[in-house]
């Protein structure tokens, strides 16, 4: 499966621009790409703003990346700032070539920037089934929780995590998509945005894909760029046959 890396320099609350820039980069996506991955809240950068940035989901910008995927046969992923049934939600969405979509809502809302005060959390995480691979993605945060992240009973295959993730904590980021990938036995793709936003937070981006041992297949990136690879499920399947570090797993349950 060939995947696309967009780290991007978001624009503060600048939704009109964010969307322009996203759409441009969409166009430019190498032919047989099979799933591109964009960062958090890549229309507005991460805001305690809802009320300025939101989109409904029935947003004409909604309709627009569905037709791009149509049109270029290509899954999309990212999370946007989404308002429903007067909630606000940091909603990721997963948008396969057809059209067709899932949703998923951040669980794990940031408290030290106060996310829990204005954005409502989701229950459940989701597994994807696409090209052969089971992937589960999820929301920056989310990203310091293990159990939620457990491969319980080999579900998924591929673990996605999109972010808003500062200079100043980019050692834990690093770290942590190491631990999930090592620990689930799973190739891990993390897309962090870049740029700086208006609270002052730096953000070199280093974006990565790692197999399921923590080894490197796209180091850390740094700045503006589209990164892509090739994943490979095969000696996924063969490692987890062979070491059956899932099946001694303990079951975890969350409440």
């Not at 305690?48 to 270029?72: G, H, T, W, Y």
């Not at 959390?121 to 939620?148: H, M, T």
Request: charged share 25%; aromatic share 12%; proline share 4%.
């Amino acid at each position: 499966m060939k995947i696309a890396l967009i780290q991007a320099p978001l624009v503060w609350e600048d939704v009109e621009n964010n969307k322009k820039y996203f759409v441009e980069k969409l166009h430019e996506i190498e032919k047989e790409t099979d799933l591109v991955v964009l960062p958090e809240m890549f229309t507005s950068g991460f805001t305690m703003n809802p009320e300025r940035v939101f989109l409904a989901m029935n947003d004409s910008f909604i309709a627009e990346l569905i037709q791009i995927c149509i049109i270029k046969k290509i899954a999309l992923t990212g999370s946007i700032v989404i308002k429903e049934n007067d909630r606000f939600y940091n909603r990721l969405f997963f948008i396969r070539p057809s059209g067709e979509y899932i949703t998923y809502d951040k669980r794990h809302l940031f408290s030290l920037a106060g996310e829990e005060k204005v954005y409502h959390s989701g229950k459940e995480r989701i597994v994807v089934e696409y090209k052969g691979w089971n992937i589960c993605p999820l929301i920056c945060y989310d990203l310091r929780f293990p159990a939620f992240s457990r491969n319980t009973n080999s579900v998924y295959d591929l673990l996605i995590y999109v972010a808003s993730w500062p200079d100043q904590r980019i050692f834990a980021w690093d770290t942590l998509l190491k631990a999930r990938a090592i620990e689930n036995m799973s190739h891990i793709i993390g897309v962090n945005r870049c740029g700086k936003d208006e609270n002052n937070n730096v953000y070199s981006g280093h974006s990565q894909v790692l197999d399921y041992m923590g080894q490197p297949i796209i180091l850390p990136l740094k700045g503006e760029q589209i990164a892509y690879c090739i994943l490979e499920k095969e000696t996924q399947d063969k490692a987890r046959q062979k070491f059956g570090f899932l099946r001694d797993a303990d079951s975890v349950s969350i409440s």
